[in-house]
Structure formats: structure tokens, C-alpha cells
């Protein structure tokens, strides 16, 4: 599964206060990574042919670390440092959600961090050539990202491109694509949030649908393949459906409408089950939350 990114971004005016909170966060967090030889990562045998693509660029410069569930590849050390801590708040975050009380994998999830920006683009070239203007792609078993000095802190496009890492790891199937967009999404404006104290609105003008953007959910629902051209309006109505229901129904409802939508069936027949409203009361309530007034 190779994802792009979404680069909807922070308004400016929002940027100066984040950027001081995050080298306070930095400062606060300035304790090196541990990094580890190669031969002594526990789980070098997880690491693909793609995995070994990236590593053979400039071999001698990138390092090793691991946390609890992933493995790091990187070559700057504070990089990396903001990777771990995101990594494994997000792995939390959606394990809470999810509310997995056994995670099933027992191996870890690689990310590789490129800095360079031609590097990440020779590695593209070789492995994901259709991917040309992402910062970022995931297998699902691993993820390679490229650090874009425009991020504020590591928040949002990590956020986001952890969760499709982690929703292959806890859900068996394959998620359609506006959950796994939407809860991606849903996930990087929480860790966008968490660089100013965990308030959304203050990252987050609320954007609503146009009603004229708006893609009726029977069409939406079973949308197969990214829309060609500007993708924001998509991500937009994705997350704000998964918001929607979460926010309204419970994170129960939203794990189950996960599992049972990954293993096959009808997408809206799994609606009317899960959330006991006819397709019309469930479409309504969703246009008065997500559509401007
Ligand atoms: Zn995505």
C-alpha cells in the first residue's frame, strides 16, 4: 500500500508560537537517542529489499535506533530524537483507540528519515517512481519519510503516515480508503495538536466542507483510488466523516466499523449495522456537522 502524503498545512499565523513551543519541546526532550550498531537491531531479518535500497546510499552515514515497537534508520540524531517520542505516542494513541489489548506483531515497524533531499529523491527514482512529489510512502510494514525542513516539529505528516503503519499492523484486511485517509488524518491534527498543548482549535481553523465540494457518501464511501489533481477536499470530508464518527458514536463503533469494512462487504450495509440509523439519518447528521453553514 503506497500512500501520499497530504501537505495541508498549519495556518502562518499559527507557525511562530508553534515553532517556539517546539524548540521548548526540544530542549526539554535533549537527551541523545541511544543508537545502535547495526548487527545488534532486533530485527534486521523485517528489513526489505526497499529497506536495503535506502540503506546502500551513503552506507556510512546512517545510524540505528529502537524503541519499544519500531526500529529507526536515520542520519541526524535530533532528527530522529522527535521521531521516537512521536512514534510511539502515536503507536498509543491509536492502540487506545483501536483499543488493541494484544498487539498480534511481535516484530517492529522500520522507519527510515531522509534529510538529504536528492537522496530521498535517487531512493524514490529507484522504489516508488510514481511517487515523485511525496515526502513520504508506506508498505505497511515499514515507512520511509523524508524530513522536510517546513514541518513544524515532526507533528502532522508523521502523525498521519504512522497511523497507516499502525492500522496494517492492528487491522486484518484492507481498510477502505477513507478511513484509512480520514484516521490518518484524524491522528495528525492530534499530534499537530500536542505541539500547543493539545488545543486543536488552535492549529485547526475549523475547515468545514463548501456544500458544492461536498461528495454524497454513497459515492464517497467507496471511493477506490486518490482523485487526480488537488487531493485537500478529499482528505478533508475523509477526516472530517472519521471525526464525525468517533466524536458521535464512540471509539467502539469505530473499531468495528474498521474490522468488519478491512474484511470485505458492503460499506454501507456496515454502516446501518454498526450505527443502528437508516443510510439518510446517518448522511444528515453528517452534512449538519461537516458542511459551512
Ligand atoms: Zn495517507
Redesign the pocket.
Known sequence: MK????RDLVPVFVLVPVFVLFIFSSLAYAKPIETIEWEDLSDIRDVSEQGRTALSFEPENWKHAETGHFVFHFTDPGTAETFYRQAEETYRWVQSILDIREDQWHNKAHIYVFEDAATWKKFKRIEAPALETAD?Y?TGKELFIRRSPAWLGAGKVLG??L??VLLYRFVEGRVPLVL??GF??FI?YKAAARAVDGNEYRVRILRLLAPEAYVPLEKFLVTQSYPAGDKTLF?RQSELFVRYLILTYGKEKFHDLLTETARGGDFRNILIKIYQLDFPSLENGFKRFALRK
Do not use: C, K, L, P
Open positions: 500512500i501520499n502524503v497530504n513520504a508506506t498521519h503516515e497511523t497507516h484509512n485517509e490518518a488524518e495528525g482528505y
